[in-house]
């Protein structure tokens, strides 16, 4: 197999492969020979990567994804106004309703039994939802077009919202004595109280902070007068050990970083640049918080240093890195939990991942038809590798690995495989498909197509 990639093109060798599968080779030998030949292949030849699975029955664009319940659950939100709730080891849908009548900006699972929708239609929903309540709801997908009574989640609370950026919220435990990861405290804890950050009622540049469950607006950041920014349209929001930080991207490029030291309440502007010409269209900050990065309308990704509130703010300071992708419209930029790489949705229909260390491109995505507004990975529990950079090998759901096309030109050595807990011997056969569903490395897209891809890498 070997003479025979190195002497015919890939037309003749398809024709060989078609050939022996009409005289109905054994499925191991036909396999062994596929294998053979794609591991004799160029690594610039190698097949376009495939997604594990496809989420089907949405049938308006994606624009919200949130992974939840130890990766038990995947919130999807699209542009009519549907969330669906996907469990990751049936890939069926739990739960299905329509929240809000126009698009969902943003979804957030607060604890375990409640459930923050963002749409719009100017309306900032609280659900209750718990995994207990599930089988009393309804799963009817809305492509299936069923009409008739859904029966709903509760609803909590509803506040008003200014919806007009089109920027979804912001949101962090209100815990003045948080000792745990952000990512812990969100799942695996459930905070009395929360701060919500969104773009202010009375002025589209500023930004409002909320107190949840009173509803109070505790603060307002109002808009800088120093530069023109803009509306906001990207937001994230921070607490560790009484202080607050808040990274805000604007429609100018600009982004500003904000910080409170509580209880003083009063914010203050710790950092401010403009690496991007065209509006920022999300951000992330790292998991430990000691970095963020920005994605915009333009090819640019920026690397920002968050500064500690002590410090005042150098109009000098600049980026650590802009990386020049050349693919410009990426959004929906999010960071794995283990800080090793992060993602983007292209409005060129792919989902380009890069390593986080070096700002690389490690693989490109393509499987949708129409372009990408959302990315979200599933938590990693597990310490991940020192480096993951140099291969696209994983586990496939056969055990065999498979060969997805990255950029190797880094050459640093394989990664480590984390271990990943095992099964009892006694547990069900529906136990282990729960825990191989938590324990997957998922990312998942949601595209213009309605569809949402499911990629299993690194």
Known sequence: MAFLCQTYSDDHVAAYLSFITRLKVPGSVFTSIV????????????PPAQPAYVLRGHEFQIHALCFAHNNSRLFTGDAHGWVVSWSLAYKRPTVVWRPHRSTVLGLAVWGTDRVI???????????????????????????????????????????????????????????????LPPVLSRERGTPDHILIAVPSLFDSDGIDILYLPSE??????????????????????HSLTCKL?????????????????????????????????????????SPSFDYYLTSSADAIIAKHPLLSADTTVD?????????????????????????????????DARVHVYSAK??????????HKEGCYATAFAEINAPAADSIEATGLHQSNDGREQVQAVDSSNNEPPPSTALA???????????RRELKA?????LAAGSKDGKVSLWDIY
């Open 35 to 46: 294998f053979d030949y794609q591991s004799h292949m160029p690594p610039e030849r190698l």
């Open 117 to 179: 929708t963002h749409g719009r239609d100017s309306k900032l929903l609280i659900w209750k939802l718990a995994i207990t309540d599930e089988e009393n709801l309804d799963k009817t997908l809305p492509a299936e077009n069923v009409n008739g009574n859904r029966k709903t989640p509760e609803i909590i609370q509803v506040l008003i919202v200014n919806t007009l950026n089109f920027c979804s919220f912001a949101w962090c435990p209100d815990d003045h004595d948080n000792t």
């Open 216 to 237: 109070n607006r505790t603060s307002r950041i109002p808009a800088d007068k120093t530069i023109k920014t803009g509306m906001v349209m990207a937001l994230a929001l």
């Open 245 to 285: 930080r808040l990274i805000a991207g604007y429609e100018s490029g600009h982004t500003i970083v904000y910080g409170n030291n509580l209880p003083e309440n009063k914010w203050q502007k710790l950092y401010s640049a403009q690496p991007h010409s065209q509006p920022i269209l999300s951000l992330a900050p």
């Open 315 to 347: 109009p000098d300071t600049k980026p650590l890195k802009l990386s020049n992708t050349k693919h410009a419209g990426q959004q929906g930029l999010s960071m794995r939990s283990d800080g090793k790489i992060y993602a983007t949705a292209g409005w």
């Open 358 to 367: 070096t700002m690389k491109e490690l693989a490109v995505l393509q499987w």
């Open 421 to 431: 807990p095992v099964p009892s011997p006694t547990s069900t056969v529906s136990q």
């Open 438 to 442: 938590q324990t997957t490395h998922w």
